[in-house]
């Protein structure tokens, strides 16, 4: 509601986000897309928190926390991030994985009528992370005149789509940021 008084009432464009976003219901994805609110979560939450999950949530809402497949049908833009130094694990391979498989540390899935894609995933940490944070037009892709930030990988993470336990597996063998490699 916030959100749209700043719309109506604002003369500036300016973008805004929901940090988090763990239990949103139809209507707040509605009112994001139509306000062009981004969805910036942390899949690795999955992983990490789900035992408190299962353990604090009832089955509907345990069906439904951080609903990653709905937040991209309603056209919200999803974008991922690490929330370090709040979790333990902050490799975004590992964040991709958990928002992939939807499993919490004990191999448990939660909801996983919520899973996305790698592609998807790929796609949260990467264009939609941009958009969020308003730097589309330099970040996000690989393209001309634009940063040159990309990592190497020992594996192609779309060849693990039927088996996303294995992503967080996958070794980073060069980090280039603005088109200069990393030591």
């Known amino acids: 509601d916030v959100y749209e008084h700043l719309a109506q009432n604002n003369p500036l464009h300016l973008e805004h986000r929901i ?3 763990g239990l949103p219901d139809a209507v707040h994805l509605e009112k994001m897309q139509k306000l062009g609110v981004h969805c910036v979560t942390q899949p690795i939450f999955i ?3 789900g035992k408190n999950f299962r353990n604090y949530l009832d089955d509907f809402y345990l069906d439904n926390v ?5 937040v991209l049908e309603a056209g919200v833009n999803l974008a991922f991030s690490s929330d370090a130094p709040v979790v333990k694990d902050f490799n975004p391979l590992s964040g991709i994985q958990a928002a992939v498989t939807r499993c919490d ?3 448990t ?5 919520q899973k996305i894609s790698v592609l998807e995933a790929l796609k949260a ?3 939609g992370a941009a958009a969020a944070q308003n730097t ?3 970040q996000g892709v690989l393209a001309v005149g634009r940063d040159a930030d990309f990592i190497i990988l020992d594996k192609n993470p779309l060849n693990f789509e039927e088996n996303g336990s294995e ?3 996958i070794k980073v063998l060069q980090t280039w940021i603005k088109g200069v490699v990393e030591n």
Do not use: F
Not at 66 to 70: M, W
Not at 109 to 113: D, R
């Open 47 to 49: 992983t990490e928190l």
């Open 19 to 21: 940090e988090h976003l």
């Open 125 to 127: 940490y990467t264009i």
């Open 66 to 70: 951080y609903p990653y497949r709905a």
């Open 167 to 169: 992503i967080g597996n």
């Open 105 to 107: 540390n004990t191999g």
């Open 136 to 138: 589309r037009d330099t």
């Open 109 to 113: 899935v939660i909801g996983k009528a």
